[in-house]
């Protein structure tokens, strides 16, 4: 199961959900086929209820823990055989190409480093934001009711906020991490964080992994297109214009 935030125009609205990839490339709102998944069930007041179960925020389904998440699973199952079937409407399952995707974790509860050094939560940029500081990459574990990590994404630490990626996954990803920053590549395999405990981590934080030390990238100008490159997503940033010499250090 993949999470992420989006949000779409909707007539002169604006719809901002959580979202799971399907099998078919589209994505799924997951609180509003809830609501019709209970309607058909014959549910009292399925809005409402959908919104507790399943609701519109990963940071809200962090913070219900394991059990919201085994609730997303099943949602999740009912959106794949309803898409399989060919019968799934638009308004409860875009195209990618008709969202914006935000980080996944838009606010956190809390930001900070593995060194515990807090960052600005209110300071987290997503997919096509501006970098203001050298890239940096590395993963951020999102916390869960009882303290563990509820998933992973990319993240790269930015000055006094941070980058997140889009997608969230729920276990250790595997293989590589790949950066390229205009025409430079680096590469680190996720086992560069073999045996990194994790401190007890609160509901909706997002807690920075150490970022692995790598050979310093040449100077790069303002604009440079950054590219983290991991098997669940493909994270595209720029270069802004404070960061005048980026190095990874």
Same mark, same amino acid.
């Given at each position: 199961?993949?999470?992420?935030?989006?949000?779409?125009?909707?007539?002169?609205?604006?719809?901002?959900?959580?979202?799971?990839? %399907?099998?078919?490339?589209?994505?799924?709102?997951?609180?509003?086929?809830?609501?019709?998944?209970?309607?058909?069930?014959?549910?009292?007041?399925?809005?409402?209820?959908?919104?507790? %179960?399943?609701?519109?925020?990963?940071?809200?389904?962090?913070?219900?823990?394991?059990?919201?998440?085994?609730?997303?699973?099943?949602? %999740?199952?009912?959106?794949?055989?309803?898409?399989?079937?060919?019968?799934?409407?638009?308004?409860?399952?875009?195209?990618?190409?008709?969202?914006?995707?935000?980080?996944?974790?838009?606010?956190?509860?809390?930001?900070?480093?593995?060194?515990?050094?807090?960052?600005?939560?209110?300071?987290?940029?997503?997919?096509?934001?501006?970098?203001?500081?050298?890239?940096?990459?590395?993963?951020?574990?999102?916390?869960?009711?009882?303290?563990?990590?509820?998933?992973?994404?990319?993240?790269?630490?930015?000055?006094?906020?941070?980058?997140?990626?889009?997608?969230?996954?729920?276990?250790?990803?595997?293989?590589?991490?790949?950066?390229?920053?205009?025409?430079?590549?680096?590469?680190?395999?996720?086992?560069?964080?073999?045996?990194?405990?994790?401190?007890?981590?609160?509901?909706?934080?997002?807690?920075?992994?150490?970022?692995?030390? %790598?050979?310093?990238?040449?100077?790069?100008?303002?604009?440079?297109?950054?590219?983290?490159?991991?098997?669940?997503?493909?994270?595209?940033?720029?270069?802004?214009?404070?960061?005048?010499?980026?190095?990874?250090?």
């Amino acid at each position: 199961m993949i999470l992420g935030t989006a949000t779409w125009a909707e007539g002169p609205a604006e719809r901002r959900a959580l979202v799971a990839r %399907l099998d078919s490339g589209r994505v799924a709102d997951l609180n509003r086929i809830e609501a019709v998944r209970l309607r058909k069930l014959g549910e009292g007041d399925p809005d409402r209820l959908a919104e507790a %179960l399943v609701p519109p925020s990963l940071r809200r389904v962090l913070e219900g823990g394991p059990r919201a998440l085994a609730r997303l699973r099943q949602t %999740l199952a009912y959106a794949e055989k309803w898409d399989r079937r060919g019968t799934l409407p638009e308004a409860l399952a875009p195209r990618l190409a008709a969202i914006d995707l935000l980080p996944c974790l838009p606010r956190p509860a809390v930001l900070r480093r593995a060194d515990g050094g807090c960052l600005d939560r209110l300071r987290v940029a997503g997919p096509g934001g501006l970098l203001d500081a050298p890239p940096r990459p590395t993963l951020a574990a999102l916390g869960t009711l009882g303290g563990q990590a509820g998933g992973y994404c990319l993240a790269l630490e930015d000055g006094e906020g941070a980058a997140l990626g889009a997608w969230m996954i729920l276990v250790w990803p595997e293989g590589h991490l790949d950066l390229r920053a205009g025409t430079h590549r680096r590469r680190i395999p996720f086992g560069a964080w073999e045996g990194l405990e994790l401190p007890i981590l609160r509901p909706g934080e997002a807690l920075l992994l150490p970022p692995p030390r %790598l050979k310093p990238l040449p100077d790069l100008e303002p604009g440079t297109s950054l590219t983290l490159q991991a098997p669940f997503e493909t994270l595209t940033l720029r270069l802004g214009l404070e960061a005048l010499h980026p190095t990874v250090q």
